[in-house]
């Protein structure tokens, strides 16, 4: 479990990041300018740099600055790793993370489109073994793996739901299913939900406390940070932006409805008009590609889409009034070509007000951003995991 907002065990893990992230990016801070920097007091820096040496992941030493003696801390390598897995239509990402967030290795493989959940299961062990080979590390020095799977995600019965893209995968326990295959405690989370918090928390951090991230691929997935938590909704299906209607009597869609942007502004639809126009099979990043060097056909697409998903963020940016969107998945490669009419069509529609500081950009992690959230979601589960056994 992810410490209760407002807890006394998420404040002080928030403040033990702080601490950590202050003296990782500094390479070593005297505990007065840990201070300063974090806007903590003397004394509490004092216990978190107590609680971080106790777990190995600071050293402490004393120094002489300036005639006085102070203590000088020093970042030591996390003690452990953790996974982070990206599963998507036709692609698995995973990378080996040390407890600091430093990324140790990363590897990805094609999913074949279509996959049973056993052969994917198979193949994520099959990178998560190559990925220890290659940094060089046991197998019991991981703690935590955190998995991120297309579609909504049942919360209770941690399965894929309907509307997912891998239909193949319905009806299992996938967070069980993936700890027997890894061998790991397990956490699953939406993909887009994922893209959000690595967006959100992988470090430097966003400095804003609510943002709507948006997964461009085959379908439209989206993940919302609301005051600085990610949000799942009731159900865990809070966020899914691509079954927003659009139009009550438009196309139906595969979640059952009618008139969803994903619908509307289907991608197989385009990827079907394009490959028509040009006499060849066009995927997604055959799109992009085309979209890039100025392909008219390719590039109307690209706006057509960006219109109809800019009339459904507007929507969203007046309901919860984020301080920032940010576009990911492989069509945000496309960049000012998507973001522009993205921007026109969300500032046209949305309330002033809601706009006028709002900043939309490319995640700036690109197709990374998932995973990242990923691993981010195992870190977390190994925090609490310490600071669970220590009360
Ligand atoms: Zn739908």
Do not use: K
Request: with cysteine; glycine share 12%.
């Amino acid at each position: 479990m992810i410490p209760r907002p407002g807890s006394t065990a998420s404040l002080r893990q928030t403040n033990l990041e702080a601490v950590l992230r202050q003296v990782r990016s500094a390479g070593g801070l005297v505990q007065a300018e840990i201070a300063r920097r974090t806007g903590l007091s003397a004394a509490t820096v004092t216990n978190l740099v107590r609680l971080l040496a106790e777990r190995g992941q600071v050293a402490v030493a004393p120094t002489l600055i300036n005639g006085r003696r102070s203590q000088l801390v020093t970042p030591l390598p996390g003690d452990g790793y953790i996974l982070g897995v990206d599963i998507g239509r036709s692609h698995i990402r995973a990378q080996l993370v040390d407890l600091g967030h430093t990324v140790a290795g990363a590897d990805h493989v094609r999913l074949e489109p279509g996959s049973s959940s056993q052969r994917g299961l198979e193949l994520t062990a099959g990178l998560y073994a190559r990925l220890l080979s290659d940094v060089g590390i046991d197998r019991s020095a991981v703690r935590h793996a955190g998995v991120g799977l297309p579609g909504p995600l049942d919360r209770a019965n941690r399965q894929i739901g309907a509307a997912t893209v891998l239909p193949e995968w319905m009806g299992q326990d996938l967070e069980e299913r993936f700890a027997a295959a890894l061998s790991l405690p397990v956490m699953i989370d939406n993909d887009a939900n994922l893209g959000a918090l690595g967006e959100y928390a992988w470090p430097p951090g966003r400095e804003v406390s609510s943002l709507l991230y948006i997964r461009l691929a085959t379908g439209v997935g989206g993940g919302l940070i609301l005051n600085g938590q990610l949000y799942h909704g009731a159900d865990g299906t809070a966020g899914e932006i691509g079954h927003l209607s659009l139009d009550e009597v438009g196309p139906l869609c595969r979640c059952g409805n009618r008139g969803c942007l994903e619908a509307i502004a289907s991608v197989p639809a385009f990827l079907g008009v394009l490959s028509s126009a040009l006499q060849r099979p066009v995927d997604v990043d055959a799109w992009v590609g085309l979209a890039r060097d100025g392909h008219v056909t390719a590039v109307r697409l690209i706006e057509d889409l960006a219109r109809h998903l800019g009339a459904t963020v507007a929507n969203v940016v007046n309901l919860i009034n984020p301080g920032l969107v940010l576009v990911g998945g492989p069509i945000a490669a496309v960049g000012e070509t998507l973001l522009a009419p993205l921007r026109a069509e969300v500032r046209q529609r949305a309330m002033p007000a809601a706009t006028s500081r709002l900043v939309i950009e490319r995640s700036r992690w690109g197709d990374d951003a998932e995973v990242y959230g990923a691993s981010r979601l195992a870190l977390m589960a190994v925090w609490d995991e310490t600071s669970t056994s220590e009360r």
